[in-house]
């Protein structure tokens, strides 16, 4: 498997705009989880899913952020519109489950958004 | 609620030292407890995890960590530390009786001096 893949790594854009970040979580598992880290808070979790539904959105910042998980293989965490605050590596993750030896979470290796 | 800390933000040991990276962690019932590894612009790295029996486990690279439950500790460790080991290192926990997503901390960045 190729593990977590995220697109794109890098995405630069002006405060305003539209930003749009993909996942496509390990085959067969059925968590998947949005974080973002920056040096002031660390590594925060955004949303998660289990089975393609939102379970837990309460550390989506704003109203401005938004996720979705149209099927198994895809989501995407959106921002709109875009503000220099939002500057920040986000992380998509995917696990098994949650409990147990299943839990264990592989990380994509991020995408690096800049807000100017 | 579940927490954990991470007391040192950096850690710096001379190579072919051992290392010992600290956490510390609050849940209401039984953890699992986790170690990860950053390097730079990569994600996070799956080390070792601690879920029920022997308290020392074994994972990665050559790392362990010991679980102990009087102390509330899961420190992470290797007798013989290298200079690839400098990366940024996270712990987290979760509690075992439900379905509550990890916690992770702060990190603590570990640098290995040649």
């Known amino acids: 498997d190729a593990g977590v893949i995220q697109s794109p790594r890098h995405e630069v854009t002006e405060m305003g705009q539209e930003v749009t970040l993909r996942c496509k979580p390990i085959?067969?598992?059925?968590?998947l989880f949005w974080y973002r880290q920056t040096m002031m808070r660390g590594l925060e979790l955004l949303i998660y899913?289990?089975?393609?539904?939102?379970?837990?959105d309460s550390g989506m910042p704003e109203d401005r952020f938004s996720a979705k998980m149209p099927n198994a293989s895809f989501s995407t965490l959106k921002i709109q519109p875009s503000e220099p605050r939002d500057s920040a590596v986000y992380f998509c993750?995917?696990?098994?489950?949650?409990?147990?030896?299943?839990?264990?979470?592989?990380f994509g290796p991020g995408t690096r958004l800049t807000v100017l | 609620a579940q927490s954990v800390a991470q007391p040192e933000d950096q850690v710096k040991v001379a190579e072919g030292n051992p290392l010992t990276v600290k956490c510390t962690y609050s849940?209401?019932?039984?953890?699992?407890l986790f170690w990860y590894v950053q390097y730079p612009n990569r994600g996070l790295q799956f080390l070792l995890k601690?879920?029920?029996?022997?308290?020392l486990v074994k994972g990665s690279y050559g790392f362990e960590a010991e679980f102990n439950k009087s102390q509330t500790s899961f420190h992470l460790k290797k007798p013989s530390a290298l200079v690839s080991d400098s990366a940024l290192y996270f712990c987290?926990?979760?509690?075992?009786?439900?379905?509550?997503?990890?916690?992770f901390g702060k990190g603590t960045r570990l640098s290995v001096i040649a």
């Open positions: 601690y879920i029920t029996g022997d308290n």
């Open positions: 085959s067969g598992h059925d968590y």
């Open positions: 849940v209401s019932g039984n953890p699992y």
């Open positions: 987290a926990v979760r509690d075992n009786s439900g379905n509550t997503p990890l916690v």
């Open positions: 899913f289990n089975n393609n539904v939102p379970i837990d």
């Open positions: 993750a995917s696990s098994l489950g949650t409990s147990g030896p299943t839990d264990t979470q592989y």
